[in-house]
């Protein structure tokens, strides 16, 4: 234990960043962890990351490392780490805000941060950080001037946001939604329910807040007897007493109308309406005037292959490659569907990590298309190969399949979809289209 507060007060009176890559530039002035993988041990490369500017390193035993004053030998670092953040965490009382959910949590982490950082200094996940090594890195990212944090946590096994939660110390949460991502890892939908709800129920053992989409069953069942939860997403009509409502309207992209003045925003798709609702409620709940919301979310634009709008040379896309799940890829088709425009173009990549049921999962996102709905579907990936096709589609086994025949068959002057889970790759499509 002394070795962790030790790490811990260097890290917080010397101002260190922690790092776990010697080729990321935050190598320089930083505590190093080499973490082990299954492919590679961080802690050989102590050396080298003491070379390129690290001035604390935290490896597992080495002989040849224990003379150096400068280097932390302990039995485990990913370990190590999660200690680490866990007590640096308790050195700060300040508003944590945990997020969780099957869909949404990236982009609904972003936004809560875009407006919040209108009045306060905001720590937050960076990307999708948000494992058991992403978690206390994000933590270890709080520093003196941080006045509120904004952590993102992830899972596919039941236990996982538990244990992330008892290092990030939320007193502040929301759960996005419940879905069937990573369905397979999880083994069924209670289960996913039961993990997402980790949250909740760190949130109600130690008296933290926590903010309910008011129209999801699911998630109001959860929260059972707690009384100290925020309601979001109301209608008009169960709103209409509350001064300064928000009216959202979508068309390509969302717009908000607020007592006459209406803001254009950057930000497509329906679904990431529920998602700028939470943001407005949370910095109504940290007092951050309606002017300045309005003013940070006509700015927000999505990226990081989210819900991305791209505009090429030739055709307007869509961009929500960076996961995909049956839940969320029926609600982005969906979307898709209500956009105006003469052609249309879905293509579709391999949703990963839904276990026996995968193929059925896949036909189903075909079997409720219309060909009058849409211009052409492209489907990539050995799981759609195997999918049984009533209206007509071209079929890939592999996006570099896809590459040679975009390569060679221009599309031009249309609106296309591109979804699918991250392992297939297919942001390399954009430049094709």
Same mark, same amino acid.
């Given at each position: 234990?002394?070795?962790?507060?030790?790490?811990?007060?260097?890290?917080?009176?010397?101002?260190?960043?922690?790092?776990?890559?010697?080729?990321?530039?935050?190598?320089?002035?930083?505590?190093?962890?080499?973490?082990?993988?299954?492919?590679?041990?961080?802690?050989?490369?102590?050396?080298?990351?003491?070379?390129?500017?690290?001035?604390?390193?935290?490896?597992?035993?080495?002989?040849?490392?224990?003379?150096?004053?400068?280097?932390?030998?302990?039995?485990?670092?990913?370990?190590?780490?999660?200690?680490?953040?866990?007590?640096?965490?308790?050195?700060?009382?300040?508003?944590?805000?945990?997020?969780?959910?099957?869909?949404?949590?990236?982009?609904?982490?972003?936004?809560?941060?875009?407006?919040?950082?209108?009045? #306060? &200094? =905001?720590? %937050?996940?960076?990307?999708?950080?948000? *494992?058991? @090594?992403? /978690?206390?890195?994000?933590?270890?990212?709080?520093?003196?001037?941080?006045?509120?944090?904004?952590?993102?946590?992830?899972?596919?096994?039941?236990?996982?946001?538990?244990?992330?939660?008892?290092?990030?110390?939320?007193?502040?949460?929301?759960?996005?939604?419940?879905?069937?991502?990573?369905?397979?890892?999880?083994?069924?939908?209670?289960?996913?329910?039961?993990?997402?709800?980790?949250?909740?129920?760190?949130?109600?053992?130690?008296?933290?807040?926590?903010?309910?989409?008011?129209?999801?069953?699911?998630?109001?069942?959860?929260?059972?007897?707690?009384?100290?939860?925020?309601?979001?997403?109301?209608?008009?009509?169960?709103?209409?007493?509350?001064?300064?409502?928000?009216? #959202? &309207? =979508?068309? %390509?992209?969302?717009?908000?109308?607020? *007592?006459? @003045?209406? /803001?254009?925003?950057?930000?497509?798709?329906?679904?990431?309406?529920?998602?700028?609702?939470?943001?407005?409620?949370?910095?109504?709940?940290?007092?951050?005037?309606?002017?300045?919301?309005?003013?940070?979310?006509?700015?927000?634009?999505?990226?990081?292959?989210?819900?991305?709008?791209?505009?090429?040379?030739?055709?307007?896309?869509?961009?929500?490659?960076?996961?995909?799940?049956?839940?969320?890829?029926?609600?982005?088709?969906?979307?898709?569907?209500?956009?105006?425009?003469?052609?249309?173009?879905?293509?579709?990549?391999?949703?990963?990590?839904?276990?026996?049921?995968?193929?059925?999962?896949?036909?189903?996102?075909?079997?409720?298309?219309?060909?009058?709905?849409?211009?052409?579907?492209?489907?990539?990936?050995?799981?759609?190969?195997?999918?049984?096709?009533?209206?007509?589609?071209?079929?890939?086994?592999?996006?570099?399949?896809?590459?040679?025949?975009?390569?060679?068959?221009?599309?031009?002057?249309?609106?296309?979809?591109?979804?699918?889970?991250?392992?297939?790759?297919?942001?390399?499509?954009?430049?094709?289209?």
């Amino acid at each position: 234990m002394d070795q962790i507060k030790e790490i811990c007060n260097i890290i917080l009176n010397q101002n260190l960043k922690v790092c776990i890559d010697t080729r990321s530039n935050e190598i320089i002035n930083s505590i190093f962890f080499g973490i082990k993988g299954v492919n590679y041990n961080g802690s050989e490369y102590w050396k080298e990351a003491i070379k390129k500017g690290a001035k604390y390193v935290v490896i597992e035993n080495h002989k040849e490392s224990k003379k150096n004053k400068n280097v932390f030998c302990v039995e485990n670092t990913t370990i190590t780490l999660q200690r680490v953040a866990k007590l640096y965490r308790t050195y700060f009382d300040i508003p944590v805000i945990g997020i969780t959910g099957s869909n949404g949590k990236t982009s609904s982490k972003n936004l809560i941060s875009t407006v919040l950082s209108c009045k #306060y &200094n =905001i720590c %937050t996940t960076l990307g999708n950080y948000n *494992n058991h @090594i992403g /978690v206390p890195l994000s933590v270890l990212n709080i520093t003196k001037k941080t006045e509120i944090a904004v952590i993102e946590m992830g899972a596919n096994h039941v236990g996982e946001i538990k244990k992330l939660c008892e290092i990030a110390q939320p007193n502040y949460g929301v759960i996005t939604n419940i879905g069937k991502a990573h369905i397979g890892s999880f083994g069924g939908l209670q289960n996913i329910i039961k993990a997402k709800s980790e949250l909740y129920d760190y949130l109600k053992k130690n008296n933290g807040t926590i903010f309910v989409n008011k129209k999801d069953l699911t998630l109001k069942k959860q929260i059972g007897k707690y009384k100290k939860y925020i309601y979001y997403n109301y209608s008009k009509s169960e709103n209409c007493n509350i001064k300064n409502y928000f009216q #959202y &309207n =979508i068309n %390509t992209f969302i717009s908000i109308d607020f *007592n006459k @003045i209406s /803001v254009d925003t950057r930000i497509f798709g329906s679904y990431n309406k529920i998602n700028i609702m939470l943001a407005v409620e949370i910095a109504r709940y940290f007092s951050i005037q309606n002017s300045k919301i309005l003013k940070s979310l006509e700015n927000h634009s999505l990226s990081e292959n989210r819900s991305e709008f791209i505009q090429s040379k030739n055709n307007q896309i869509i961009l929500d490659a960076y996961n995909a799940n049956p839940t969320s890829m029926n609600i982005a088709i969906q979307n898709f569907l209500k956009i105006k425009n003469k052609s249309k173009i879905l293509v579709l990549g391999d949703m990963h990590e839904l276990g026996k049921d995968e193929v059925e999962y896949h036909q189903e996102i075909i079997s409720n298309l219309k060909k009058k709905e849409i211009t052409e579907i492209y489907l990539i990936g050995k799981i759609f190969q195997l999918t049984k096709n009533r209206i007509k589609t071209v079929k890939f086994k592999n996006t570099q399949d896809a590459e040679f025949f975009f390569k060679e068959n221009i599309i031009k002057n249309s609106l296309i979809l591109i979804k699918g889970s991250r392992k297939m790759n297919l942001e390399k499509l954009v430049k094709f289209f």
